[in-house]
């Protein structure tokens, strides 16, 4: 994960640099890049669903857990129990969703206006990154059933060595 982390990471000041150098380019030479805006708007697009999986991996979410902290261990297992099974099955069910427009987009072979970028590939890691991010919640919710392990509440605090 830390890789991947780095390749984001990488990415993202590629995308800043195209756009400095684009509003350089825009208000200095009077030359726009016309289709940087639309590689910025769809690079983040793509960054922060992939990011997103780095966050499910880590365990990096927003949770309200003051009163679930409070509950026995066995009500606490239980609601992690849910609580996994829900973000599976929702992810898997909207990626299945998100894969007919992908498939669509593909079929008809849509492309950006000014890049030309085939938007399959842009809509395409929101599927990609909804079925890894459900991946992860199966792991973890087997992980639970045989090891029994109630790592989601209380939360942890990350470290270092989390990939």
Known sequence: MNGFLTVLGLALIAMVALSVWNVISRYVFNAAIL?????????????????AIICAWRDFVIRMDILVSALPRAVRRAIALLQL??????????AWLSWGYVARLLR?????????????LVHGSITLSLIVMALIALLRLARLIIHGRDNLWPARAPTGDDA
């Open 85 to 94: 099974i829900l973000v599976a099955g929702i992810c898997l069910w909207t």
């Open 108 to 120: 008809f072979g849509m492309t950006s206006d000014a890049a030309g970028i085939p938007l399959w």
């Open 35 to 51: 289709w940087a805006d639309e590689v910025a708007v769809f690079a983040m697009i793509v960054l922060a669903w992939l990011g």
